[in-house]
C-alpha cells in the first residue's frame, strides 16, 4: 500500500490509500466548488427515475387513505390507522424532498457536529426507496459513537456517490455494506495525534460487485474519469476525494476483480470530543402566542390554512394574503396592530423580495420571517440583506415554524444593514 499526499493516486497490488492535504489555492477552491454542482446534477439524474416512482407511490398512498378515512369517519379504529399511514407517507415524502435539496442545492462547507450515524441512516432511507429491490443493505453502526466536526451535506453528496457506483458494480443485484466504527490505524494515528486529534471516526462502504483492477485503480479520483462508458461523467470519486480533503481525512480502497470494492472514509476525531457520546435531542413544549397578530402571506391555498389553524390554535391572532398586493394593502391598513409577517418568496406576479422592500417602505420596522422552496442559498441570503429576521426554508413542520415566530416576535426585528 502506497501512500499518496499529493491527491495522486497509487496503485500496490490493489489495495489504494490516499493521504489528503488541505488546499490553499483559491483556484483550486472554486474549481473544486464546481465540480460540486456539477456531480450534484448527475446524482440527480442518477436518483430522479427512483424518486418519481417513490413519489407515485407516497401520494397513492395518501390519495387511498383519505378516501378510507371519509368511509370511516364513524370507525375510531380504522380512522386512525389510516391517518397514521397518510402521515407516515407524509413524513416520507418531506424526507425525501429534504434530501433532493440537500444534493441539489449549492451550499459552502458548514460544520457542525455532526452525528455520522445519523447522516448514514438517512442516506439509506433513501436509497431504500429508490435503488432495485435485488440490492440488499447491510447497515452496521458501533455503538456509542461520537459526534464530529463535520459538514453533514458533504458527507451525504460522498456517501450517495459511492452507494451509486456500488449500485453500478452490481448490475444483476448484489449487498452494499455499510459499516461506522473508530479506528486508529497504525502510521494514520501518528498522523491523527501530531494535529491534536484522537484516531479516526471510520465509514466503510463495501460492494459485492465486479471490483476494479490496479490499473483503474491508479485513476478512479481523476475528475471526468470513468469506466461507465456514456452513463457517466466521472465526477463521483473525484468530489468523494474532495470531500476528504476538506475535512483533513483519507481515503482508502481496497479492490479485487470479481470479489468487490470497499472504501474507507477516515475523519480525524478532535481529542476533546473524540469520547463524548452523540447528543441528544432535548424535548420540550412548542411555545405560544398571547393574542400578536401575524400576517401570513401565501399563495398556496392548503398552506395557508396550515398556518392559520397552526398559529390560531397556538395562541396567535392572523391575517391572511393570497399574493404581494393584497399583503401590502393588508399590511397598509393594519400596521400598527401587525406584529409580525410570514411572507412567501415564491409569490407570483410579485416577487417575495418585492414585497419585502415595499413592507419596508411601509415600515422600516417591519418584523419578517421569510420562507422559501427554493433550491438556491441565495434567496435566503437576499432575503436576510434586504432585512427580514428570519428564514423558513421548506417543508418545515412546526416545531421549526412556531420557534421562530415566538424568537421573532420576542426579540423584534432586525436592524437593517
Known amino acids: 500500500m502506497n501512500e499518496n499526499i499529493d491527491g495522486k493516486s497509487s496503485a500496490s497490488g490493489e489495495t489504494n490509500f ?60 380504522r380512522f386512525k390507522r389510516s391517518y397514521e399511514a397518510v402521515r407516515k407517507a407524509t ?16 451550499t459552502n462547507v458548514a460544520t457542525d457536529r455532526v452525528n455520522v450515524g445519523d447522516v448514514v441512516q438517512e442516506i439509506i432511507d433513501l436509497l431504500k426507496e429508490t435503488f432495485p429491490e435485488n440490492i440488499v443493505f447491510d447497515v452496521r453502526i458501533e455503538a456509542g459513537m461520537p ?17 451509486v457506483n456500488a449500485r453500478d458494480a452490481m448490475p444483476k443485484g448484489g449487498t452494499i455494506g455499510i459499516t461506522v466504527g473508530k479506528s ?22 463495501s460492494d459485492t460487485g465486479s471490483g476494479m483492477e490496479k490499473e483503474i485503480l491508479e ?28 475535512h483533513n481525512g483519507f481515503i482508502d480502497v481496497n479492490s479485487a476483480v470479481g470479489k468487490g470494492t470497499s472504501f474507507s472514509l477516515y475523519f480525524p476525531m478532535p481529542a476533546k470530543i473524540a ?22 402571506i401565501e399563495d398556496e ?33 393594519h400596521a400598527k396592530e401587525i406584529d409580525l409577517v410570514i411572507l412567501d418568496m415564491g409569490l407570483p406576479e ?41 428564514f423558513l426554508a421548506k417543508p418545515y413542520n412546526i416545531e421549526e415554524l412556531l420557534t421562530k415566530v415566538n424568537r421573532a416576535i420576542r426579540t423584534g426585528p432586525r436592524p437593517i444593514p
Not at 413524513?91 to 449549492?106: D, I, S, V, Y
Not at 461523467?233 to 480533503?245: D, E, N, R, W
Not at 390554512?305 to 401590502?328: C, M, P, Q, R
Open 91 to 106: 413524513e416520507r415524502g418531506a424526507n425525501t424532498a429534504k434530501q433532493l435539496m440537500t444534493f441539489a442545492r449549492k
Open 301 to 333: 391555498g392548503p398552506l395557508k390554512d396550515f398556518l392559520h389553524t397552526i398559529l390560531t390554535d397556538s395562541g396567535y391572532k392572523v391575517l391572511l394574503a393570497s399574493n404581494g398586493l393584497e399583503g401590502l394593502q393588508t399590511y397598509k391598513e
Open 275 to 296: 469520547d463524548m457520546p452523540p447528543e441528544e435531542k432535548q424535548q420540550y413544549d412548542l411555545p405560544t402566542g398571547h393574542g400578536e397578530i401575524i400576517l401570513a
Open 350 to 390: 410579485m416577487s417575495g423580495t418585492e414585497v419585502l422592500a415595499g413592507l419596508l417602505l411601509l415600515n422600516p420596522n417591519v418584523n419578517v420571517i421569510s420562507a422559501s422552496g427554493y433550491l438556491e442559498p441565495e434567496v435566503e441570503r437576499e432575503a436576510m440583506d434586504i432585512g427580514a429576521h428570519d
Open 219 to 246: 485513476h478512479i479520483f481523476e475528475p471526468f474519469y470513468t469506466t461507465k462508458g456514456g452513463f457517466g461523467t466521472g465526477l463521483g470519486l473525484a468530489v468523494v476525494y474532495g470531500v476528504m480533503k476538506s
Open 184 to 205: 486508529r490505524f497504525g502510521d494514520m494515528d501518528k498522523r491523527a495525534h501530531s494535529r491534536g486529534s484522537d484516531g479516526y471516526l471510520v465509514i466503510c462502504v
Open 147 to 163: 459526534s464530529i466536526p463535520a459538514d453533514p451535506n458533504q458527507i451525504h453528496q460522498a456517501l450517495l456517490n459511492l452507494c
Open 18 to 77: 490516499f493521504g489528503i492535504n488541505r488546499p490553499h489555492e483559491s483556484s483550486e477552491q472554486r474549481s473544486e466548488k464546481q465540480l460540486l454542482q456539477l456531480q450534484r446534477l448527475e446524482a440527480l439524474g442518477t436518483l430522479v427515475g427512483g424518486i418519481a416512482h417513490d413519489f407515485n407511490n407516497i401520494l397513492n398512498v395518501i390519495a387511498g387513505h383519505v378516501s378510507l378515512m371519509e368511509r370511516w369517519r364513524t370507525d375510531p379504529e
